[in-house]
Protein backbone atom coordinates (compact mmCIF):
# COMPACT_ATOMS: atom_id res chain seq x y z
CA UNK A 1 0.00 0.00 0.00
CA UNK A 2 1.10 3.45 -0.56
CA UNK A 3 1.62 6.24 1.49
CA UNK A 4 -0.97 7.71 -0.18
CA UNK A 5 -3.34 4.93 0.25
CA UNK A 6 -3.03 4.80 3.98
CA UNK A 7 -6.14 5.64 6.42
CA UNK A 8 -6.82 8.45 8.02
CA UNK A 9 -6.65 8.24 11.70
CA UNK A 10 -9.71 10.18 13.73
CA UNK A 11 -9.47 9.81 17.80
CA UNK A 12 -11.90 11.36 20.23
CA UNK A 13 -12.88 10.52 24.18
CA UNK A 14 -16.00 8.77 22.32
CA UNK A 15 -18.50 8.69 19.64
CA UNK A 16 -18.49 12.81 19.27
CA UNK A 17 -15.49 12.63 16.93
CA UNK A 18 -18.30 11.45 14.14
CA UNK A 19 -19.58 14.91 13.97
CA UNK A 20 -16.50 15.75 12.49
CA UNK A 21 -15.76 12.00 10.43
CA UNK A 22 -18.54 12.59 8.85
CA UNK A 23 -17.67 15.89 7.14
CA UNK A 24 -14.00 14.24 6.52
CA UNK A 25 -16.07 11.76 4.61
CA UNK A 26 -18.27 14.35 2.81
CA UNK A 27 -15.27 16.67 1.19
CA UNK A 28 -13.07 13.52 1.34
CA UNK A 29 -15.14 10.29 -0.03
CA UNK A 30 -12.12 8.51 -1.50
CA UNK A 31 -10.22 8.66 1.69
CA UNK A 32 -10.09 5.76 3.62
CA UNK A 33 -10.70 6.48 7.85
CA UNK A 34 -10.20 4.56 11.04
CA UNK A 35 -12.10 6.08 13.82
CA UNK A 36 -10.70 5.35 17.25
CA UNK A 37 -13.40 6.30 20.29
CA UNK A 38 -12.30 5.95 23.43
CA UNK A 39 -16.21 5.42 25.03
CA UNK A 40 -14.51 3.06 27.96
CA UNK A 41 -12.56 6.50 29.47
CA UNK A 42 -15.18 8.72 28.03
CA UNK A 43 -16.15 11.64 29.30
CA UNK A 44 -12.39 13.46 28.85
CA UNK A 45 -13.80 16.78 29.80
CA UNK A 46 -14.85 16.65 33.40
CA UNK A 47 -10.90 14.54 33.89
CA UNK A 48 -7.88 16.03 35.25
CA UNK A 49 -5.56 17.42 32.47
CA UNK A 50 -2.24 14.99 33.32
CA UNK A 51 -5.53 11.89 32.92
CA UNK A 52 -6.60 13.44 29.63
CA UNK A 53 -2.58 14.25 27.94
CA UNK A 54 -2.05 10.39 29.13
CA UNK A 55 -4.95 8.88 27.27
CA UNK A 56 -4.49 10.78 24.45
CA UNK A 57 -0.97 10.18 23.92
CA UNK A 58 -1.39 6.22 24.45
CA UNK A 59 -4.55 6.24 22.03
CA UNK A 60 -2.82 7.98 19.46
CA UNK A 61 0.13 6.02 19.78
CA UNK A 62 -1.44 2.80 19.35
CA UNK A 63 -3.13 4.31 16.38
CA UNK A 64 0.30 5.83 14.36
CA UNK A 65 1.35 1.97 15.05
CA UNK A 66 -1.56 0.85 12.38
CA UNK A 67 0.13 2.55 9.43
CA UNK A 68 -1.94 5.99 9.20
CA UNK A 69 -1.07 8.50 7.09
CA UNK A 70 -2.64 11.30 9.67
CA UNK A 71 -4.25 12.13 12.73
CA UNK A 72 -7.57 14.28 13.15
CA UNK A 73 -7.86 14.79 16.73
CA UNK A 74 -11.72 15.24 16.73
CA UNK A 75 -11.78 16.24 20.51
CA UNK A 76 -11.68 20.05 21.62
CA UNK A 77 -10.59 18.79 24.93
CA UNK A 78 -7.57 16.52 23.78
CA UNK A 79 -6.59 19.67 21.30
CA UNK A 80 -7.10 21.52 24.08
CA UNK A 81 -4.44 19.87 26.08
CA UNK A 82 -2.30 17.51 23.82
CA UNK A 83 -1.46 19.15 20.75
CA UNK A 84 1.38 20.90 20.91
CA UNK A 85 3.42 17.90 22.34
CA UNK A 86 1.89 15.21 19.91
CA UNK A 87 2.98 17.66 16.74
CA UNK A 88 6.33 17.80 18.94
CA UNK A 89 6.33 13.77 18.83
CA UNK A 90 5.18 12.92 15.26
CA UNK A 91 6.83 15.98 12.86
CA UNK A 92 6.86 14.03 9.98
CA UNK A 93 2.79 13.19 10.65
CA UNK A 94 -0.10 15.88 9.80
CA UNK A 95 -1.67 16.26 13.09
CA UNK A 96 -5.25 18.12 12.61
CA UNK A 97 -7.40 19.21 16.01
CA UNK A 98 -10.32 21.13 16.17
CA UNK A 99 -11.37 24.00 18.47
CA UNK A 100 -14.46 25.85 19.43
CA UNK A 101 -15.29 27.88 16.04
CA UNK A 102 -15.52 31.51 17.92
CA UNK A 103 -14.43 33.49 14.99
CA UNK A 104 -17.15 32.85 12.74
CA UNK A 105 -19.89 33.13 15.15
CA UNK A 106 -18.01 36.63 16.45
CA UNK A 107 -18.14 37.73 12.99
CA UNK A 108 -21.40 36.31 12.05
CA UNK A 109 -23.52 39.79 13.27
CA UNK A 110 -21.97 42.72 15.00
CA UNK A 111 -22.04 43.23 18.85
CA UNK A 112 -23.70 39.71 19.02
CA UNK A 113 -24.30 37.77 21.95
CA UNK A 114 -22.43 34.14 21.58
CA UNK A 115 -22.98 31.54 24.00
CA UNK A 116 -19.54 29.27 23.69
CA UNK A 117 -21.15 25.30 24.95
CA UNK A 118 -17.43 23.30 25.65
CA UNK A 119 -16.54 20.87 28.26
CA UNK A 120 -14.88 21.81 31.49
CA UNK A 121 -11.15 21.51 30.03
CA UNK A 122 -11.95 23.57 26.97
CA UNK A 123 -13.07 26.54 28.69
CA UNK A 124 -10.57 26.44 31.20
CA UNK A 125 -7.67 25.93 29.53
CA UNK A 126 -5.01 28.27 27.53
CA UNK A 127 -5.90 27.60 24.21
CA UNK A 128 -9.40 29.08 24.74
CA UNK A 129 -7.98 31.96 26.88
CA UNK A 130 -6.08 32.83 24.12
CA UNK A 131 -9.25 32.94 21.30
CA UNK A 132 -11.24 34.97 24.05
CA UNK A 133 -8.46 37.36 23.90
CA UNK A 134 -9.18 37.60 20.28
CA UNK A 135 -12.59 37.80 19.65
CA UNK A 136 -14.33 39.53 23.11
CA UNK A 137 -13.99 42.96 22.38
CA UNK A 138 -16.39 42.33 19.02
CA UNK A 139 -19.00 40.46 20.85
CA UNK A 140 -20.29 39.56 24.45
CA UNK A 141 -19.17 36.08 24.32
CA UNK A 142 -20.33 34.05 27.74
CA UNK A 143 -18.33 30.30 27.69
CA UNK A 144 -20.23 27.80 29.55
CA UNK A 145 -18.73 24.42 30.51
CA UNK A 146 -21.32 21.57 29.64
CA UNK A 147 -20.34 18.94 32.24
CA UNK A 148 -22.69 15.50 31.66
CA UNK A 149 -23.88 16.53 28.24
CA UNK A 150 -20.80 14.42 26.44
CA UNK A 151 -22.03 11.86 28.71
CA UNK A 152 -26.13 11.98 27.60
CA UNK A 153 -24.47 11.71 23.90
CA UNK A 154 -22.34 8.60 25.01
CA UNK A 155 -25.39 6.81 25.86
CA UNK A 156 -26.93 7.73 22.81
CA UNK A 157 -29.61 10.20 23.83
CA UNK A 158 -29.58 13.22 21.90
CA UNK A 159 -33.32 14.31 21.86
CA UNK A 160 -35.99 13.60 24.77
CA UNK A 161 -37.40 14.46 27.81
CA UNK A 162 -33.92 13.76 30.03
CA UNK A 163 -31.80 15.75 27.43
CA UNK A 164 -34.30 18.76 27.08
CA UNK A 165 -34.09 18.60 31.04
CA UNK A 166 -30.81 18.54 31.56
CA UNK A 167 -30.16 21.29 28.48
CA UNK A 168 -32.99 23.58 30.35
CA UNK A 169 -31.59 23.81 33.49
CA UNK A 170 -28.65 24.47 32.16
CA UNK A 171 -29.50 27.18 29.45
CA UNK A 172 -32.10 28.76 31.23
CA UNK A 173 -29.87 31.25 33.23
CA UNK A 174 -28.64 32.18 28.94
CA UNK A 175 -31.04 32.66 26.42
CA UNK A 176 -32.59 36.17 27.93
CA UNK A 177 -31.75 38.75 26.57
CA UNK A 178 -31.67 36.83 22.83
CA UNK A 179 -28.70 35.02 21.86
CA UNK A 180 -27.71 35.24 18.41
CA UNK A 181 -24.71 32.58 17.72
CA UNK A 182 -24.44 29.43 19.62
CA UNK A 183 -20.52 27.34 19.66
CA UNK A 184 -20.96 23.59 20.04
CA UNK A 185 -17.37 23.64 21.03
CA UNK A 186 -17.64 19.75 21.87
CA UNK A 187 -17.53 17.42 19.07
CA UNK A 188 -20.35 15.11 21.05
CA UNK A 189 -22.79 18.79 20.79
CA UNK A 190 -23.88 19.10 16.64
CA UNK A 191 -25.49 15.65 17.51
CA UNK A 192 -27.82 17.23 20.31
CA UNK A 193 -28.21 20.30 18.26
CA UNK A 194 -32.08 19.85 17.56
CA UNK A 195 -32.77 19.50 21.05
CA UNK A 196 -30.57 22.52 22.16
CA UNK A 197 -32.39 24.52 19.70
CA UNK A 198 -35.77 23.60 20.48
CA UNK A 199 -34.83 24.47 24.54
CA UNK A 200 -33.75 28.06 23.12
CA UNK A 201 -37.05 28.69 21.43
CA UNK A 202 -36.06 31.07 19.10
CA UNK A 203 -34.08 31.60 16.22
CA UNK A 204 -30.29 31.14 16.36
CA UNK A 205 -27.19 30.30 14.33
CA UNK A 206 -24.91 27.48 15.57
CA UNK A 207 -21.57 26.71 14.86
CA UNK A 208 -19.22 24.07 15.44
CA UNK A 209 -15.36 23.10 14.04
CA UNK A 210 -16.64 20.14 11.60
CA UNK A 211 -16.49 21.48 8.19
CA UNK A 212 -13.53 24.12 9.39
CA UNK A 213 -11.35 20.74 10.39
CA UNK A 214 -12.38 18.99 7.49
CA UNK A 215 -10.94 21.40 5.21
CA UNK A 216 -7.54 21.85 6.83
CA UNK A 217 -7.66 18.26 6.89
CA UNK A 218 -7.60 18.06 3.30
CA UNK A 219 -5.38 21.31 3.05
CA UNK A 220 -2.59 19.60 4.86
CA UNK A 221 -2.94 16.40 3.02
CA UNK A 222 -2.43 18.02 -0.30
CA UNK A 223 0.15 20.60 1.14
CA UNK A 224 1.95 16.70 2.09
CA UNK A 225 1.40 15.29 -1.11
CA UNK A 226 -0.81 12.99 1.00
CA UNK A 227 -4.08 13.03 -0.83
CA UNK A 228 -5.65 9.71 -2.25
CA UNK A 229 -5.62 9.65 -5.72
CA UNK A 230 -7.93 6.76 -5.89
CA UNK A 231 -11.48 7.05 -7.19
CA UNK A 232 -13.26 4.56 -5.59
CA UNK A 233 -14.91 5.27 -2.82
CA UNK A 234 -13.01 5.29 0.48
CA UNK A 235 -13.56 2.35 3.40
CA UNK A 236 -14.66 3.69 6.81
CA UNK A 237 -13.65 1.22 9.71
CA UNK A 238 -15.00 2.62 13.38
CA UNK A 239 -13.22 1.05 16.41
CA UNK A 240 -14.17 1.77 20.12
CA UNK A 241 -12.11 1.13 23.74
CA UNK A 242 -15.74 -0.01 25.08
CA UNK A 243 -16.03 -3.52 24.32
CA UNK A 244 -19.73 -3.26 23.19
CA UNK A 245 -21.30 -3.98 19.99
CA UNK A 246 -23.87 -1.50 20.21
CA UNK A 247 -20.82 1.33 20.54
CA UNK A 248 -20.21 0.26 16.81
CA UNK A 249 -23.71 0.34 15.99
CA UNK A 250 -23.86 3.73 17.65
CA UNK A 251 -20.98 4.95 15.88
CA UNK A 252 -22.57 4.09 12.12
CA UNK A 253 -25.97 5.39 13.30
CA UNK A 254 -24.32 9.01 14.64
CA UNK A 255 -22.69 8.74 11.50
CA UNK A 256 -25.70 8.41 8.99
CA UNK A 257 -27.37 11.43 11.25
N1 LIG B 1 -15.78 15.33 22.26
C1 LIG B 1 -14.94 15.99 23.17
C2 LIG B 1 -14.67 17.44 22.81
O1 LIG B 1 -14.78 17.82 21.65
C3 LIG B 1 -15.09 15.81 24.64
C4 LIG B 1 -16.19 15.06 25.26
C5 LIG B 1 -15.75 14.48 26.60
O2 LIG B 1 -15.88 15.17 27.61
O3 LIG B 1 -15.23 13.38 26.56
O4 LIG B 1 -14.30 18.22 23.63
Known amino acids: MTQEEKAIAVFDSGVGG ?24 APYGTKSIEEVYQLSIHNIEKLAQQGIKAVVIACNTVTSVAIDDLRDKYRKMPIIGVEPALKPAVLHKKDGRVLVMATPITIHEHKFSKLMDTYQRMAEVIPLPCGGLADLVEAGKVEGEEVEDYLGNL ?15 CT ?17 EFFDGGVGTAKETE ?12 KEKGKVTMLNSLNDERMIELSYYLLEK
Do not use: C, Q, T
Request: glycine letters at 6%; charged letters at 20%.
Open 219 to 230: RRLKESGLLNPS
Open 188 to 204: HYPFAKEAIAKVVGYDV
Open 18 to 41: ISVLRELVKLMPNENFIYYGDSAH
Open 171 to 185: LAPYVSPKLDAIVLG
